[in-house]
């Protein structure tokens, strides 16, 4: 079971508990925004996390190197009903892996991960890993 705390602090501000951490959103309604993220973008915040919480558990399964790893996530949505339609995701990584070995990463990626698996039930999740040879990075 996961849990959270999350309160408003007034002003729009709010805040979550989650872990040990204190993560400040944006709880405001119609007014100029705070630079805060807010629901939608801790949603898709949450999805990134998974991704690359995902990697580092099939860097140790499979096992899987990569030096490096780097995930844009965009959520675009519709007004009414008022709804996620659909999630793409890039994640860039730095590895000497062969490509079948990062076609099975990309497989168990869309496989495990909790988040993926319930926004994919709700909404159109597209998405690719690109890879860059760590030799290109020194």
Avoid at 11 to 16: N, Y
Avoid at 25 to 41: K, V
Avoid at 63 to 71: G, I, L, S
Avoid at 118 to 138: D, F, K, Q, Y
Wanted: negative net charge; charged residues 20%.
């Amino acid at each position: 079971m996961y849990q959270v705390r999350a309160r408003s602090i007034g002003g729009g501000r709010a805040e979550v508990a989650a872990g040990t951490e204190t993560i400040a959103f944006d709880a405001s309604w119609a007014s100029e925004p705070s630079g805060l993220p807010g629901p939608a973008e801790l949603l898709a915040s949450a999805f990134a996390a998974c991704l690359l919480k995902n990697l580092e558990r099939s860097g140790q399964l499979l096992p899987f190197r990569y030096d490096h790893a780097e995930v844009d996530v965009a959520a675009r949505r519709q007004d009414a009903p008022p709804k996620f339609v659909e999630i793409t995701w890039e994640l860039r990584l730095v590895t000497d892996e062969p490509q079948h070995r990062v076609e099975l990463l990309d497989r168990n990626l869309r496989q495990f991960g909790t988040v993926y698996n319930t926004l994919s039930a709700a909404c159109t999740i597209e998405g690719r890993i690109l890879t860059t040879p760590t030799s290109a990075t020194s």
